[in-house]
């Protein structure tokens, strides 16, 4: 259930005088006073729910709380599992990395990215690397080289702290 700062206020609850009702799937009572729709509701044995508080008269929907709280989880629980989870899969690379040790970090970059994760190349600087950073772009850019056929730059070589990092995603 979603969490919310302020809790329904509802049936004995309500502290108004009168209130815009409506009876849920039905047809709309008008203005009436709120014993009136409390009196309403328990003749259908449904629940008076404060819907709009703020509005003048505050508007009230009978209907059954349960029920409704209950197809609230369900649509929340849906929507949580269309969502599409992203795997970003990180490759640490260095300055001075042999040419081998390149291709063969190139050939699970293109595994992931035939997978449709998106892969996150990394070079770390170490100690008097850091005066000569471009020397980290120029590695990256050694290895966009070898799967621009196969993927999408994300973000360009960016420079992060002690990283010089770029995002790759899949071609659609």
Partial sequence: MSKKTDRVIMN??????EVR????GAE??????TDEAMERANELGLD????????????AKIM??????YQEERK???????????????IKLSVKIAENDINYKVKHAREFLAEGKHVKFRVFLKGREMANPESAKDVLLRVWAMIEDVG?????PKFEGRYYNM????QK
């Fill in 12 to 17: 004995d609850d309500i502290r108004v005088p």
């Fill in 76 to 90: 929340l629980k849906e929507q949580k599992k269309n969502q599409v989870k992203i795997d970003v899969k990180e």
């Fill in 21 to 24: 009702c409506n009876v849920d």
């Fill in 48 to 59: 008076l729910v404060l819907i709009a508080p703020d509005a003048k008269p505050p508007v």
């Fill in 28 to 33: 709309s009572l008008g203005i009436v006073s």
């Fill in 64 to 69: 059954d709380y349960g029920k409704y709280r």
């Fill in 152 to 156: 999408v730059m994300d973000k360009e």
């Fill in 167 to 170: 995002y790759v995603l899949p």
